[in-house]
């Protein structure tokens, strides 16, 4: 799973209902690169819906240039390869895709996220009291007490 993919179809898949799910589905099987190759039973049990459902959706995403077909399955117990389209390669359609400029937030090496503080790693701080893991009582760490819980000497 690639977060950079999974995020990028939550923030600007253009479909909705289950032909969302089926989006966001493709995305989750997806790498680094968009590269995923669920059978289409995989994605219909995932999504909710039907295998039938599957395959015109995932034929409307080739025709909006959402997903890419890179390979036909070869018969019965493989899968098609798809290419989920990166931010950088979806533009403007007629029918309201969104428009990207350029990367992701991301993926956009202009904002970058707070330095992170040294770390340090604290002295170990040494414990005397420990609670004794039957009667709850706070009791010295290295001596046998007599747990109420046990009813008996506990070391």
Known sequence: MS???MSWVLDHSPYEGKAR????VLADHANDEGVCWPRQDQIANRAGCSVEHVR???KQMVADGYVELVSISKGRGSSHRYLLKNPKSVGVSGHGSPQVDGLSPQVDGSITPNPSPNN???PS???SK???PYCRKKIDKDRAHNCSAMNQLMR
Request: proline share 0%.
């Open 130 to 132: 420990v609670a004794c």
């Open 21 to 24: 799910l089926i989006h966001v």
């Open 120 to 122: 340090r790693q604290e």
């Open 56 to 58: 015109v959706t995932v």
């Open 3 to 5: 977060i950079k993919i």
């Open 125 to 127: 701080i040494t414990i």
